[in-house]
């Protein structure tokens, strides 16, 4: 029942910004983390960024200053600012949610997150 759905995805070249969007059909404010994973072609499933219910927001070394994760509860939508996007960015990016607390913080771990959406592609040139 629970569906994410993301959207936003594009070609960009080097040094362009994209914004992806996860719309979520449970309120996002019922979700205990959200967060954006990223699969290149070849590689692993890797986390890009999260913010929790209480607002506490993780990124990942890879894209800390470039990327900018936010929730907007009265959208029900999760956002990834993506800003001097690199061609190692180029991929999928999904959008996660977790529904029951932890007590800490959640490490951008795929095994951390419950409910996933089906991806959107982004693509950076060089």
């Known amino acids: 029942q629970v569906q994410l759905v993301e959207s936003g995805g594009g070609s960009v070249q080097t040094g362009g910004s994209l914004r992806l969007a996860c719309a979520s059909n449970?309120?996002?404010?019922?979700?205990?983390?959200m967060a954006w994973f990223h699969q290149g072609l070849l590689s692993e499933r890797d986390g890009v960024a999260s913010?929790?219910?209480?607002?506490?927001?993780m990124y990942a070394d890879s894209v800390k200053g470039r990327f900018t994760i936010s929730r907007d509860d009265a959208k029900n939508t999760l956002y990834l600012q993506m800003d001097s996007l690199k061609p190692e960015d180029t991929g999928t990016y999904y959008c996660?949610?977790?529904?029951?607390?932890?007590?800490?913080?959640?490490?951008?771990?795929?095994?951390?997150?419950?409910?996933w959406g089906q991806g959107t592609q982004v693509t950076v040139s060089s």
């Open positions: 996660a949610a977790r529904r029951s607390s932890s007590g800490v913080a959640l490490r951008l771990r795929e095994f951390n997150y419950d409910y």
């Open positions: 449970v309120d996002t404010n019922t979700w205990y983390s």
């Open positions: 913010v929790s219910q209480s607002g506490t927001i």
